[in-house]
């Protein structure tokens, strides 16, 4: 493996080897692995999950890491290619990525969308640019449209509760004070897609996901034998899901337009997960978040507290899947 950077990369059969090499290291830890191995993150955005649990992940294979989160304690620095540097950022990542790759053997970064230009987002624009001056493996912490070591987490996840290939999969937009990426609900769509599920994204109108983001999901569904639609229809969505899979995320027909998407969501405060919502669900039906989530916004105490709810484990599953990650970079 070069770069770990999208789930799309690697073939099924490839992610259940991930998986199964993430469960070995958990049952048969390998504390010399990765030793006098460094990985260096950068992270231009907040995190609690994936800052953590790459340090530990890290440091559980004998290797070590630093953190770099620009403009707090070191340089800030500028992303746009062409940027007339008169402003904060006293340094391009053109020269500082480079020089942070020197010093370690793989490098992640995380970048969230700029949540101005769909189009701009969607074909990954900064992160491209980024990815071009780095000469190390390189591993997406989160980039505008992409999460991908949060799918092999809840494709994990999913394997080891006995979730069924095939089972139907409810992506559901939830409710957010404020507008936020589309790159969890992404990489999502398509980590559902991939695993063959039958995969339902229900969303208010104003809030679907972009035709490139469900095309791809559609073509690895096809491969593996699976589905992708969409609906607003919520009774009709829920009924018979074996998983609800809540996300917030911006309005797509208002990118850009804080004050647009915020008329748009005046009205659907009752998108917040509830009981309720499992009404007519598989009976088993099990709650996914890939967290942070604000509580009796997104997602009532009820469901996240309930027995329905494997929140923790996805999160906890960060770490396996992120030791297997770096063993497939770096071991020898
Ligand atoms: N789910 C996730 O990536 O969490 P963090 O933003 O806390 O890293």
């Not at 000469?135 to 994990?156: F, G």
Request: aromatic share 6%; charged share 20%; glycine share 6%.
């Amino acid at each position: 493996m070069k770069n770990f950077l999208d789930l799309a990369d690697f073939s099924r059969e490839e992610v259940l080897d991930l998986i199964a090499l993430a469960r070995r290291l958990e049952t048969h830890p390998e504390p010399q692995a990765l030793a006098r191995k460094i990985l260096g993150l950068v992270f231009f955005n907040p995190s609690l999950r994936t800052l953590s649990s790459f340090q530990v992940a890290m440091m559980k294979l004998g290797g070590s890491s630093f953190v770099i989160t620009p403009g707090q304690g070191t340089w800030q620095l500028e992303t746009k290619l062409g940027a007339v540097m008169n402003g904060a950022a006293a340094e391009h990542v053109r020269e500082g990525l480079p020089v942070l790759a020197s010093y370690c053997d793989a490098l992640g970064i995380r970048a969230f969308a700029e949540g101005k230009d769909l189009h701009y987002d969607l074909a990954e624009t900064n992160f491209r640019a980024m990815a071009s001056v780095v000469d190390k493996p390189l591993i997406n912490l989160e980039s505008a449209i992409n999460h991908p070591c949060q799918s092999l987490a809840d494709w994990k996840t999913m394997e080891e509760i006995g979730v069924p290939q095939r089972a139907k999969f409810v992506l559901s937009w939830v409710t957010h004070p404020r507008v936020t990426p589309i790159a969890v609900p992404s990489a999502t769509v398509h980590m559902a897609a991939h695993r063959g599920m039958e995969v339902v994204v229900l969303r208010p109108e104003g809030f679907a996901l972009p035709p490139e983001i469900m095309d791809k999901a559609r073509a690895a569904a096809a491969a593996a034998g699976g589905s992708v639609r969409e609906t607003s229809q919520r009774d009709e969505a829920l009924a018979g899901a074996h998983v609800i899979y809540a996300k917030e995320w911006g309005s797509t027909t208002h990118y850009g337009d804080t004050a647009g998407d915020a008329a748009l969501r005046a009205n659907l405060a009752d998108w917040c997960v509830r009981d309720d919502w499992f009404a007519n669900t598989h009976a088993d039906c099990k709650f996914m978040h890939c967290l942070p989530v604000r509580r009796n916004v997104a997602v009532a105490d009820e469901v996240l507290d309930g027995s329905r709810s494997i929140v923790q484990r996805e999160a906890h599953n960060r770490l396996p899947a992120q030791m297997a990650v770096l063993h497939r970079l770096l071991a020898r």
